[in-house]
């Protein structure tokens, strides 16, 4: 590797003016390719470094990037280039925490550095945190009005959240800004679905499902498609339709999260689950709460875990936080590695992981003065094991649906892409990875003495008063008609999931029985989800 004192030899100067030459020219992609040349050859400078790591991720090489971006940082750690590719590097290698950090520290530094804030919007997103990347997004747009792309975003969490109107101007004013902006193309594709313009949807999505160069969007579109389809009746050509949108995710997708020699998601469950059985209960000491009463919300996506939340959100006295990834700490030191678990047994003093814990949770804006607090984050399901040995004292209140609604709806339905993700785009592996996680679950009540309470999402719906009211027996309050006005208090927030329209919507019974429709397709997973069928008291015809 050439030395640092490279910096002022005639190789780095000619290669500096060539990627200066090529940005002024308008020409980024050669100024990457020059920055690449440069330091794959170990010449380091903060000037092209930065732009080699654009250049490896634009190659695919997430792992490369990685590699420029802790070189520059070496070189100069407040240089804001240098703090934005290496946040955009982290953020590439799943190391969404991480990067956040560096966007925040940079953000500090140059509030108003317009890419600085776009991507840490595009971030906050991606982790789950649709209030603070709008706020990003409208500060882009404060500072530059012709973004387009912040624009459609914005158009994007608007729909999201079913307000359609705000997303049709957002995209509007995006697409007039640039008419091949994709995502407003695919935000006014989302408001005609609201408004069952579903002829409007398949005319407009076609042609960016068969030509767009991104995979996501072709995804996208063709999942588009397929509600519109699945509107109007059609579904044998939905399910197709739905089978393509998730074939081109998991074609994208594969080299990340199923590579040769990778534990998959589902793998990592079932190791998970093969240890819980066997293993035996020493809780550690745990230090004093700051709440009253602690309660983990868990269950599997899609099995009305969001509705459940925003219910309970109305109680007086009860705080919940929506989908906050506080345990990946733990998770990452004592379920990734093959032998984290035997550690996790061992372990005694857990107070770093405790601590990470309820920063994050504060960190979501909970002030933890309630007398209940709720973590809402359904496939902690998976991470029971720790979740007893970190909080003995929690509750656990488990959302189940009936499992042939909840993995037809995983198959259908569009999540931000991870490894448990992942497991959702094919039937097989999602029937199996519900298998797992309920076993999980039925594991845990067995062993660790944790209370435990199941609620199923059509007895809420069909019996609403009845079961809240058990609900709040269960959580130590007293009754509130409060919580009978969740649909209004969706309207108002921000949700983060799948769900949002349809809890906005009060009791949406529409979710229920959906299956039945594509029982000839579900055919195949049905003997792996008929235990819990059974299990769960539905109906097994």
Known sequence: MAPASSANSGELQNYLRLADAALRAGDQANAMAVAENASAKGIDHPGLLPLAVFHALASGDAAKAMSYAERARKLAPNNIDVMHAVAVALANNNRQKEALGVYDKALRQQPSVVPLRYNRARLLEDMGDPVRARRDYERVVELLPNHPSALARLGAIAVANNESAAARAYAGRALKLNPRETAALIVLAQADLLEKKYDAVITRMTPLASGDPSAVNRSLAQG????????????????????????????????????????????????????????????????????????????????????????????????????????????????????????????????????????????????????VFIDKMPLNSLLLALIAKLFPDAKILLAIRDPRDVILSCFRRRFGMSAKMYELLSLDRAAAFYDIAMQLCEAARGKYPMPFRVTRYEDLVAGFEKETRALCEFLGVDYSDAMAGFAD?????????????????????????????????????????????QTFGYAEE
């Open 224 to 371: 588009l498609i397929a509600d519109a389809l699945d509107a109007q009746g059609r579904k044998k050509d939905a399910f197709a339709a739905y089978r393509s949108s998730n074939e081109i995710l998991k074609v994208e997708f594969a080299q990340r999260f199923a590579a040769p020699g990778m534990e998959t998601a589902l793998e990592r469950a079932e190791r998970t689950l093969a240890h819980v059985k066997v293993s035996s209960v020493r809780a550690a000491a745990q230090a004093d709460s700051p709440v009253k009463m602690h309660v983990f919300l868990l269950g599997f996506p899609r099995s009305g875990t969001t509705l459940l939340e925003n219910v309970l959100a109305g109680h007086p006295d009860v705080e919940t936080v929506e989908e906050r990834d506080g345990l990946l700490a733990a998770e990452m030191d004592f379920l990734v590695p093959p032998d984290g678990l035997e550690k996790l047994d061992a372990a005694q003093d857990l107070t770093f992981y405790r601590d990470a814990y309820w920063a994050e949770m504060q960190e979501s804006g909970a002030a933890l003065e309630k007398p």
């Open 489 to 533: 208090r969706a309207r108002g927030r921000l949700v983060n999931t799948p769900s949002a329209a349809q809890v906005s919507q009060s009791l949406y019974t529409q979710g229920i029985d959906q299956w039945r429709a594509y029982a000839p397709q579900l055919a195949p997973v049905l003997p792996m989800l008929a235990p819990w069928i």
